[in-house]
C-alpha cells in the first residue's frame, strides 16, 4: 500500500514538473526569448517521456490515470505562479487623472518609469493622459505609486512585444 501511494505522488510530482515547464517555455516563446525556451524543452521533454512512460506501464490502476490528471492540473497553476514571479517582459499603462497634477509624472519619472503625457478632453474637463512604460516585475510597484497620488486613476496595462526607440532603448534596456 505504502509504495503504492508513493507511485501516485511520483506521477503527481512528474507531470506538475512536465506542465510547470511547458508553461513557463511557452511564456518564454511568446516573450520572444527563443534560446532560453529551446533549453528548457529539452528537460522538459525529458520529464515528459519518463512521466509518459511510467503512466503508460500502469494503466491497471485509476488512482494512477486521477494521479496524472490531478497533477497537470496542478502543473497549469505551478507554472503560471512560476511565470508570475519572474515577470518577464515589459507593461505599459494608459493612466487616466481626472485632474491635471504634474507631480505624478515627475515622480514616476524620478523613479525610473518612462512617461509621456498630454491633456484629454473628458466628459467633465481637462485630464491628464500618460503612458507610462516599466519593466513588468515593477508593475504593482507602478500601481502603487499612482494609487497613493490619484486613487480615482484609470489605469489598464498592455504587454509591448517589441519596442524601440525613446525611453525603452535608453533606460529599460534592449531586449
Keep these: 500500500m505504502k509504495q503504492a501511494v ?4 511520483l ?12 508553461t513557463v517555455r511557452l511564456i518564454l516563446m511568446i516573450k520572444g526569448l527563443r534560446k532560453y525556451a529551446s533549453f528548457l524543452s529539452v528537460a522538459e521533454v525529458f ?13 491497471q490502476s485509476y ?40 507631480d505624478l509624472p515627475e515622480m514616476l519619472r524620478d523613479k525610473g ?3 509621456t503625457t498630454w491633456i484629454g478632453e473628458g466628459r467633465d474637463g481637462q485630464r ?22 490619484c486613487p480615482g486613476a484609470f489605469v489598464f496595462f498592455e504587454e509591448p512585444k517589441y519596442f524601440r526607440g525613446g525611453f525603452g532603448a535608453n533606460k529599460l534596456g534592449r531586449r
Excluded at 16 to 22: C, E, G, H, N, R
Design 128 to 149: 491628464l493622459l500618460m503612458i507610462v512604460l516599466a519593466k513588468r516585475n515593477r508593475q504593482k510597484e507602478l500601481l502603487k505609486m499612482i494609487d497613493h497620488v
Design 6 to 9: 508513493q507511485f501516485v505522488l
Design 113 to 115: 518609469f518612462g512617461v
Design 47 to 59: 520529464v515528459y517521456i519518463m512521466g509518459l512512460s511510467i503512466i503508460l506501464n500502469n494503466l
Design 63 to 102: 488512482w494512477n490515470i486521477a494521479a496524472y490528471c490531478l497533477g497537470y492540473g496542478m502543473g497549469v497553476y505551478c507554472g503560471s505562479r512560476i511565470e508570475e514571479k519572474l515577470a518577464l517582459g515589459y507593461i505599459t499603462a494608459e493612466v487616466i487623472v481626472d485632474t491635471i497634477n504634474d
Design 11 to 22: 506521477i503527481v510530482v512528474i507531470n506538475i514538473t512536465y506542465v510547470s515547464l511547458t
